[in-house]
């Protein structure tokens, strides 16, 4: 079965960091792209980062560049979103998709919350 | 940044009708549009990509169409399950924006 699992999610003082992980299984992990997307609560979904299969292209959306840093590493088939100098405004569920450069994303995980307050 | 405005915000219908929803793309993005369904308390579902292709499992009362700058998603005899936010996004270039969502619901 196809599946991603994200975790690392928590509360945390603004200014602060948290590292995400999304542990894939059931497909061979370095076939696909891997995305960040996340939802404040009652919003609607923003794409936050995605990158390629080898990490050597990666997009942030502008709400988070300089801030957040997406990576992968294969051999653990295991993406991360770092997310530092964390603002009240990165309050959301954080969810973890995979996908292809033509058919864009088709599987996600069930969400990891973060919320930033003090 | 490719944006993409989306209509209408919130759309009534009834069970039984056939409903359309728009996207438009703020340059032209060949068919690189993908259209996801989310319930409340539920993570997004996949259901159409490169414009109208159908994801697996996707019943063929969704259908996708358009290409450059103009997409619809048009849901046919709407069932109670059908009513749900639905989201277009652009993935023809970084960053991949989504439309701000159209929640549907019955009238």
């Known amino acids: 079965e196809v599946q991603l699992v994200e975790s690392g999610g928590g509360k945390v003082w603004p200014g602060g960091s948290l590292r995400l992980s999304c542990a894939a299984s059931?497909?061979?992990?370095?076939?696909?792209?891997m995305n960040w997307v996340r939802q404040a609560p009652g919003k609607g979904l923003e794409w936050v980062s995605g990158?390629?299969?080898?990490?050597?292209?990666?997009g942030y959306a502008d709400s988070v560049r300089g801030r957040f840093s997406i990576f992968r590493d294969n051999s653990k088939n295991t993406a991360y979103l770092q997310l530092n100098s964390l603002r009240a405004g990165d309050t959301a569920v954080y969810y973890c998709?995979?996908?292809?450069?033509?058919?864009?994303?088709?599987?996600w995980g069930q969400g990891t919350t973060v919320t930033v307050s003090s | 940044d490719i944006q993409m405005t989306q209509s209408p915000p919130s759309l009534s219908a009834s069970v039984g009708d056939r409903v359309t929803i728009t996207c438009r793309a703020s340059r032209d993005i060949s068919n690189f549009v993908a259209w996801f369904q989310q319930k409340p308390g539920q993570a997004p579902k996949s259901l159409i990509y490169s414009a109208s292709s159908l994801h697996s499992g996707v019943p063929s009362k969704f259908s996708g169409s358009g290409s450059g700058t103009y997409f619809t998603l048009t849901i046919s005899n709407l069932q109670p399950e059908d009513f749900a936010t639905y989201y277009c996004?652009?993935?023809?270039?970084?960053?991949?924006?989504f439309g701000q969502g159209t929640k549907l619901v019955i009238k």
């Open positions: 059931g497909f061979i992990f370095d076939d696909f792209a």
């Open positions: 998709t995979r996908g292809t450069r033509t058919d864009g994303m088709d599987v």
């Open positions: 996004q652009q993935y023809k270039a970084y960053p991949h924006n």
């Open positions: 990158c390629n299969w080898n990490n050597s292209s990666r």
